[in-house]
Every structure is written in structure tokens, then in C-alpha cells.
């Protein structure tokens, strides 16, 4: 069973009520150094990238770039179309397995379609149709064009709403072709962000969290155990109230914990969100998730996560 890491490199990242520009634009010899840095001696280490449909926007700017030395990219097809119109997408998936397959070790198709808000998919109508087809053509075109191991998934993020029906509908909208063309499904969660905790029940939420993603979200999809989970996104953010020494204690903790339910749940890859600030001198939370400061100075936890990328990358 293989262990990845990952981490989302660019400056610009959604908020909950819309995009956060970065003070400082995205500086590619910095980042490249900085992924180079974190990868070690890891066999692996994977680039998430964002692009949508049907603008066509790439988000960090030409993410191809840093898909080097054994670096690949975990890249995330958006449906943006405002009135939730399927005209072209499956056409938008396909071409681009075929254009950059070659440099892909993860697709997700769609983008926290469970999430009604602004920047993500679960705001556009059509959603879970979109997901179904988009995972079906893009694992079709993979095989067709001999990307065996390129893994197609989708994402989510953890619900607390008992009327929820997203698991349950997209249950009844997946055939058996989806279920054949799905690798994996991916969580974004971050805990003691949103909902703060207390210090001693981090890992117990870590574990909470991750236990009912697979025994409860997934079984009412009717997708089994076998499975694989990959944590798309989890970061802790610094800034005003929030301490660096305590997010280079979080990532520790956090990290720690996935891995440690890997076997048990079958997990396989965990991304952090994110390289950088946006600003560090911004006003909200949103503005502090990187490892390093907008001006690509570390905090402590660059060199936690470095670390335990080192230790914890289990290859094929």
C-alpha cells in the first residue's frame, strides 16, 4: 500500500465568500525550491493545481512547471458553468487527460461538490451529474490512452448535517460504470479551524472525522471499503491569535494521526493546504494557511512537514 504527500504551492485560494488574491504573486524559482526542499529524498511528491471549466483558468499559473524531478500533479477539474450546462464538459475532461496525462498521478473531478459555497462546485447546479460523467470519461480516456495508473476520485468535505442527501443522491445516480472508473474519494477537512478544539482532542477528531467519512458518507454512496481515501486538503492557518509554534504543532499531530489510520481505512495519500500565505499581514484566517510567509520565509512547520515526508512516504 502506498503513502503519498502533497501540498497546493500558488498564492490564490477561496474563502468562504469568495476568491483571496495574494499580496505577492506566485514566484516559481521560490516554489520550485521550496517543493524541491520538501520533497527530500521522497521518491514522490505531488502538485495540486486547480482548472476550470469552462473558463479554462489554471490555478498556481502554468502548474506544469513544477512537475519535475519526480514531482507530479494532483490536478482538480472545477464545473463553473453558473447554470450548471454539461454542454462540453466530458469533451473538457477528456481533452485534458489526453494533453497532460503524461504529467498526472491524480485527477479529481469537481471540487468540494457537497459545499454550497461561492468558490466551489457544490454551488453550481447539476453538480453530482457532472461528477458521475466527468469520472467516468476521465478514467475511460486514461485507459484509452494507456494512463493505467493515473487515479481518477473525486473530493468532499465532512457534513454534520443529519438532512444532508448529497451521499445518498449521488448513491442513486452512480451505475456500475462509476463505480469501475472510481479510485479514490478525497476529504478536505480542517480541524480546530472552523470549530476550534481543545489541544488534547485534535487527534481524537482526526480519528472521528475520518471513521465516519469511510463507515458512514461512503456506505451511503454504496462506495466500499476498498476504496482508497486521500486527504485532498488540511492545513492549520497562523496569523493573529494563532501561533506558528502551534501550527508546526498541529501538522505534526495531524499528520501523525492520518497515517497512523492508513491501513485501518485505507488512506493513501494526504495534500496540505498550503505553501504560502496570501498575506501575512492579512486580517482573516484565510489569509495565513502556507508554511512559509508571503514573502517565502518558513514558519516552523515547513520543516516539520519536510520531515515527516521523509518518514512516512510509503512507495509503490
Not at 203 to 211: P, S
Not at 220 to 248: S, Y
Request: proline share 7%.
Amino acid at each position: 500500500m502506498t503513502f503519498t504527500f502533497g501540498i497546493y504551492p500558488g498564492g490564490l485560494l477561496g474563502s468562504d465568500t469568495g476568491l483571496t488574491e495574494p499580496v505577492r504573486p506566485d514566484d516559481p524559482a521560490l516554489i520550485t525550491a521550496a517543493l524541491c526542499e520538501l520533497q527530500g529524498s521522497a521518491p514522490a511528491l505531488l502538485v495540486r493545481a486547480y482548472r476550470s471549466h469552462p473558463a479554462g483558468a489554471h490555478t498556481p499559473e502554468r502548474p506544469e512547471q513544477y512537475a519535475t524531478e519526480g514531482r507530479k500533479l494532483d490536478l482538480v477539474l472545477q464545473f463553473r458553468h453558473p447554470d450548471g450546462k454539461l454542454d462540453g464538459w466530458t469533451d473538457f475532461v477528456r481533452r485534458t487527460v489526453r494533453a497532460e496525462g503524461h504529467r498526472l498521478a491524480v485527477l479529481q473531478i469537481c471540487e468540494e461538490p457537497n459545499l454550497d459555497l461561492p468558490p466551489v462546485d457544490g454551488s453550481i447546479p447539476n453538480v453530482r451529474r457532472a461528477l458521475v460523467e466527468g469520472v467516468i470519461a476521465a478514467k475511460e480516456e486514461a485507459l484509452a490512452c494507456g494512463y493505467g495508473d493515473l487515479a481518477v476520485g473525486f473530493n468532499a468535505v465532512p457534513s454534520f448535517d443529519p438532512a444532508d442527501t448529497f451521499w445518498t443522491d449521488l448513491g442513486q445516480l452512480a451505475d456500475e460504470r462509476f463505480h469501475r472508473a472510481l479510485d479514490y474519494v478525497g476529504l478536505d477537512f480542517f480541524p480546530d479551524v472552523f470549530r476550534p478544539l481543545q489541544s488534547d482532542q485534535l487527534a481524537d477528531a482526526v480519528r472521528a472525522v475520518l471513521t465516519g467519512f469511510r463507515r458512514d458518507a461512503l456506505a451511503a454512496a454504496g462506495i466500499g471499503p476498498a476504496v482508497p481515501i486521500r486527504i485532498c486538503e488540511n492545513g492549520w492557518p497562523t496569523g493573529p491569535g494563532r501561533d506558528e509554534v502551534r501550527q508546526a504543532e498541529v501538522v505534526e499531530e495531524v499528520v501523525r494521526t492520518v497515517a497512523g489510520l492508513a491501513a485501518e481505512l485505507a488512506v493513501t495519500g494526504y495534500a496540505f493546504f498550503a505553501l504560502r500565505d496570501a498575506d501575512s499581514a492579512g486580517a482573516t484566517l484565510f489569509h495565513h494557511f502556507g508554511l512559509l510567509r508571503d514573502d517565502y520565509s518558513r514558519k516552523p512547520a515547513f520543516d516539520v512537514y519536510r520531515r515527516l515526508i521523509g518518514e512516512l512516504t510509503i512507495a509503490d
